[in-house]
């Protein structure tokens, strides 16, 4: 059980409460959440313009899978199909460790450019016990550019 996250208009996820009480997710979407849209450390060679800002979720200290996706580094390229197979692959990077750690059989993930800035993901995750779960999000990449001071 997880608390439960959901995207704001902008794609931030805040905490959902329900009554007094913080709301939990039975399912995997908080977990998928976090999972896409924690920003991933990169390598010196992936840095941004700046050449200082690796990100990372700051408890990767703790553990040794690191959490998130390298989606964050979208924010310097353009709406092109080359760009759909990059964050395919960002995400299927960051939603691996479901199948390691035996949560999930199968994922697939698909990207859709949802107009000038916003990238659509769907995952689609098979458990163990053939039941599918799907999830859409949408991503803003200039938004993310411009919350990051850029």
Do not use: H
């Not at 920003?39 to 690191?66: C, H, I, M, N, Q």
């Not at 197979?85 to 939603?95: E, G, I, N, V, W």
């Amino acid at each position: 059980m997880d608390i439960k996250l959901t995207p704001d208009e902008f794609g931030i996820g805040n905490i959902e409460v329900s009554g007094n009480d913080l709301a939990v997710d039975n399912g995997l979407n908080t977990a998928v959440y976090i999972s896409l849209f924690t920003d991933a450390r990169v390598d010196d060679e992936s840095l941004l313009d700046d050449k200082t800002d690796k990100r990372g979720y700051w408890a990767d200290v703790f553990d040794d899978k690191p959490m998130g996706s390298k989606l964050w580094l979208l924010a310097r390229e353009k709406n092109l199909s080359a760009v759909l197979d990059k964050a395919k692959t960002y995400c299927q990077d960051a939603l691996k460790w479901l199948i390691e750690d035996g949560i999930a059989k199968k994922i697939t993930v698909n990207t859709e450019s949802v107009s000038e800035n916003i990238l659509g993901i769907e995952t689609i995750i098979q458990k163990p016990s053939d039941e599918i779960l799907n999830f859409k999000y949408y991503y803003n990449w200039l938004y993310q550019k411009y919350q990051k001071g850029n």
